[in-house]
Structure formats: C-alpha cells, structure tokens
C-alpha cells in the first residue's frame, strides 16, 4: 500500500465537500477515483497534495503520517498531480513547461540540454511529432493538456494523481496515455485516475474507489470482483437504472432553419457549406483541433473577418458580432467554462441573467421574481450541486460549472443551439439529465442543435447527422446506421482518403 487516506472531513462556508473520505492506492496499481459532479473526488486530491488542509483525518504515505502544506512539498516527497485547471504558462516553450519549477543546475546556469531531452522522451510517448519547441499559446487544448500531464510525469513521481486527464484529449492520445500509464504501473508508480467515461475506467484501471455525496461508498478490485459497468453507475449515482436515454435514429427532413455557404476564416474554417433543418441534431466530429470549435464560434458571431452567406428560415443575416447571433436565437455554449462561459467571481444566479442583458427589448426593471424562479428551475432539471443560487460559480466542482454554463441558456426561445462538448467533465448522470433536456427541447420546441462532441459516443447516441472536419473543412458526412465508432474514426483520420483520391 502506498498510500491510505482515513476520515478526511473538509468544509467550505456552509458546504461540506468531503464528510467521510476514505482511500487506499496499491503500489503499481492505477486506482480510478469516481463519482458524480461535485461528490468530492478533487477535493480530497487536493488534500493529498496539500492544495487545502483537511478540517480532520488522516493521510499516510509510503508508511508514514503526511501532511503537507502545498504541492511542492508534495512533489518533493513523490506526489504529483494533474489538476482540472491547466497551470502552464503560453508565453513558454512546450519543454520550458514541462521542467519549470524542476530546473537541473548546470554549472551557474541551467542545463536546457538535459530538459529538453527529457521532455522529447516524455512527450514521443505521449503526442508523437508536438514540437517541444513550440510555445503552448500556440497548442490546441488537447496538446496542452498533454503538456500538463508530461510536466507532472517529468517530476518522476512515484504516486501520480490525473484529476480528469482525458476530458480534453482525442481518442488516439488517450490510447497513448493510457500506454504510458501502464508502462509507469509496471515500475512500480501508482495512480489515482479520475474520469466520467465508463470505457476508460474499464480500461485502464485495476481498482475503483467511488464517492457519492463526499465520502466513498465502494471500493471495487476488478481483478477479484470484475469489471461490471452498471453496477459501478449505480453506485456513482445511488440509483440502479439504466442511465443512457433512449433516442432512436431519426432522419429529419424538415425544413432548413439555417443556411451557410462558402463560410472561410483564416486557415481555420475552409470553404464551409452546409444546411440545418428544423428540429435536427446536427454532430460535429473529427480529430480534436480541426476547427470544430471555430465553427461553432464563428456561427456565434465572433469573428468579425469572417466570409459566409448565411439564412435563417429564408432570411440572409450576418454572422459577424455576438449580438447578431444572440439577437437572431443563434445561441452559443463555450467549451472552456472557465474562460468563456462564466464569470467565476458572480453568483450561478446572476451568471443566468447576463445573457439576457443582450436581448433586444430589456425590461426597464430586472423581474428578478421570475428570473430566480427559471434559475431555481434550470438548478433542479441539471441537478446542479450548489449550496443555493447565489452561491459563486467559482466554488462549484467543475461539473457543476459547466452545467450553469449549459443551463443559462435553456430558457431562451431559440432557433439554432450550438454546443461546443457540453459534457466535458460532466458526470453519467448529469449528462444523461443535460441531454435528455436538450432532447426534450428538440422535440416539444422543434430546436435545431449543432453539437460538438469530443466524445464520439455522443455523437453517437445523440445525433440525427454527423459532419466530420479536417483541417478547416467538412469531408464527410454520416447519416442514421453509418454514425458508428468505426465510421467516425476513420472519417476523421481520413483512412480512405487514398482510395478517394484515386
Ligand atoms: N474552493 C471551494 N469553495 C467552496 N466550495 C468548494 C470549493 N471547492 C469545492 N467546493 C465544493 O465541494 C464539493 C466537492 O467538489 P469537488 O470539486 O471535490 O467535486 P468533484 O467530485 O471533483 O466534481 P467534478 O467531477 O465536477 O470535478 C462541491 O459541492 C463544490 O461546490
């Protein structure tokens, strides 16, 4: 055993984000920490690596009672961690990342050669072919988060903690990581992993701790009991029902609600046309960073340099401020919560009601009456996990932020919805919630939705039509039976581009 956690009690204000947290971590084993949004798992992460101090318990690491009084203590002592939150600086090089703060001394000035040696081992495990001389203002969200993980991995650590490693990662770099990991357990490193995609649990860990409500209510060893998904679901969630709705696989031939054509930005979105019809769930699929995300950005208006023809049910509109998309219901869900969906610092509360500031006719008085209702409401159908709606943002797991960001809009009257992987980080059974919602509103309001989803399952299960991108461009589309793993996946690395092209 490496290390054991006792009896960890943590408040926050009135919260009590930890009640009873208990954890044990073999050596070698990669333990898979679960539970739902908000139940507690980074929190007594943070308290193993001395982020927050416990208000009681116990820690004992390789035999002995720790307490320590931040991170690098507790990389010192072998601990490192991958947080939610990157913490790299993009004005620095991908190796300069990965070293800061574990510089080797070479006479009086620092040994680069060595770190960047060591980082190119690191990331050719991790992203074949990333530059290391490349600086991070320059990586998409994905290379990034490899640079966070390779930066702890760098430290050498003998129990590594991956607080939702993957949420940002491709299915190919998830592959590689997962290859890393193991080759780690095989030397004897341990890991605490924590993630919300059941597939990656089953695959990679040897053991599962699950919390609910903070503390844990099962610990599962697969090699003895085996891996059993919905049980595991039933205790994250605390019921044993089945958690996917059901959707069956629609072919929408409804009228198009929106039209573009000829849409070009940049390198970033080449030559796009395509039709939205009502009512339809339109996916967005590909590699991660093949302009999926400016899509969705420029349909929300935010690019004023941007080129398309574009109509809205027959009506030419333009595409290039927020307001014109706002004001024709063209509604935008951010994909990085934490930069451009929320403000962290104000209340779930007034982060609902800002959208409505840009609406066209302002009440001269904010019926604030009617507005906390709908966010008492939009709290109760997501199942946000918050001590009350004037709780900060900020305060909330990460989960729990990302559903406020999602919700904010839901009482908007609106023509086309576009989500940029509204799910990210969400728990299986907040995400069942968040897009049975969607899917209710699809079909008593007739919504037409453009979804981006890193997850293919998702995109799976969810849409009526799937495009994928590559490098700025759609290149495929996939309809009913054909929007299957294998389908998106080899669209989306372009496997028979070959035979395409011949
Ligand atoms: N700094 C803080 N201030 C106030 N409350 C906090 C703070 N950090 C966490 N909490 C609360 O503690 C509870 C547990 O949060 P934690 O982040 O540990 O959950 P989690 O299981 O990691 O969730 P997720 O899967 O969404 O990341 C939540 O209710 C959260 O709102």
Redo the contacts with the bound molecule.
């Keep these: 055993m490496i290390l054991e956690v006792k009896g960890i009690r943590?408040c926050?204000?009135g919260?009590?984000?930890?009640s009873d947290g208990n954890l044990v971590c073999r050596r070698g084993k990669i333990t898979g920490l679960l539970?739902?949004?908000?139940?507690?798992?980074?929190?007594?992460?943070?308290i193993i690596t001395g982020v927050?101090d416990a208000d009681c318990g116990e820690i004992n690491y390789n035999g002995k009672c720790v307490k320590y009084k931040n991170p690098n203590e507790a990389r010192q002592a072998g601990i490192a961690m991958v947080f939610?939150n990157l913490s790299l600086i993009p004005d620095l090089t991908v190796w300069q990342n990965i070293v800061l703060g574990a510089e080797q001394k070479k006479g009086i000035g620092l040994d680069n050669k060595c770190a960047r040696e060591i980082s190119e081992e690191i990331i050719s495990k991790l992203h074949p072919g990333l530059d290391i001389n490349k600086k991070v203002n320059q990586l998409n969200p994905g290379e990034m988060q490899i640079v966070e993980i390779a930066k702890a991995i760098s430290a050498e650590p003998k129990l590594l903690i991956l607080?939702?490693p993957t949420a940002a990662l491709e299915q190919a770099q998830v592959k590689n990581l997962f290859h890393y990991m193991r080759e780690l357990a095989n030397h004897g490193v341990s890991m605490i992993f924590?993630s919300?995609r059941m597939w990656e649990v089953m695959e990679i860990c040897d053991d599962v701790i699950i919390?609910r409500n903070?503390e844990n209510v099962a610990s599962i060893d697969f090699h003895k009991e085996g891996k059993d998904a919905e049980r595991i679901i039933g205790y994250i969630t605390g019921d044993s029902k089945k958690t996917e709705c059901e959707i069956e696989n629609r072919q929408i031939a409804g009228e198009t609600v929106l039209s573009i054509k000829g849409m070009n930005y940049g390198k970033h979105l080449r030559d796009i046309s395509f039709e939205l019809r009502k009512g339809e769930v339109l996916g967005i699929g590909g590699l991660a960073g093949q302009g999926q995300n400016e899509l969705l950005l420029a349909l929300a208006g935010a690019y004023p340099e941007m080129k398309c023809e574009a109509e809205l049910k027959g009506r030419k509109i333009k595409l290039t401020k927020p307001v014109n998309a706002v004001r024709n219901s063209i509604l935008l869900v951010p994909g990085d919560r934490q930069l451009e969906g929320l403000f962290l610092k104000d209340s779930v509360y007034k982060n609902t009601i800002f959208p409505k500031l840009a609406l066209k006719r302002q009440p001269i008085f904010t019926p604030s009456k009617k507005y906390r209702k709908e966010c008492e409401q939009i709290v109760k159908a997501l199942s946000v996990?918050?001590?009350n709606i004037d709780?900060?943002v900020?305060?909330?797991?990460?989960?729990?932020?990302?559903k406020v960001v999602v919700g904010k809009w839901l009482t908007f009257d609106i023509n086309v919805l576009l989500l940029a992987d509204p799910a990210k980080?969400?728990?299986i059974g907040a995400k069942r919630d968040l897009y049975q919602y969607i899917v209710d509103m699809v079909k008593e309001k007739n919504t037409s939705v453009i979804l981006y989803a890193s997850d293919s399952e998702e995109l799976i299960q969810y849409c009526d039509r799937v495009l994928i991108m590559y490098e700025g461009q759609l290149v495929e589309t996939l309809e009913g039976c054909d929007i299957n793993e294998d389908a998106i996946v080899s669209a989306s690395m372009r496997v028979n581009r070959t035979t395409e092209v011949n």
Aim: charged share 15%; net charge positive.
């Design positions: 943590k926050f204000g919260v009590v984000a930890l539970g739902a949004n908000g139940s507690g798992k980074s929190t007594i992460s943070k927050y939610q607080d939702e924590t919300h919390f903070g996990k918050t001590h709780t900060p900020g305060t909330l797991s990460g989960g729990n932020q990302q980080g969400v728990d």
